[in-house]
């Protein structure tokens, strides 16, 4: 019984103290690197976009022409 409740007190400090050592290592990006990562991200967004764009815009007469035919 003890060594399931040493295993249950265990598990969260392990967790905290991994936790712990992940923030400690952290560090605040600078200008140039919050630059390039937002640069990054806004082309993603960009490219996602545009590729569900065209997809609505094939789906859309290929539905049109299944759906219309019944």
Do not use: W
């Not at 409740?5 to 400690?24: D, S, W, Y």
């Amino acid at each position: 019984m003890s060594e399931r409740f040493k295993e249950f007190v265990e598990v969260p400090q392990q967790f905290f103290r991994e936790g712990n050592q992940f923030l400690t290592r952290c560090t605040k990006p600078d200008k140039r690197e919050y630059i390039q990562i937002s640069r990054a991200v806004a082309i993603g967004f960009a490219v996602m976009g545009l590729l569900g764009y065209f997809v609505k815009l094939i789906h859309i007469p290929i539905n049109n022409i299944l759906v219309g035919a019944a």
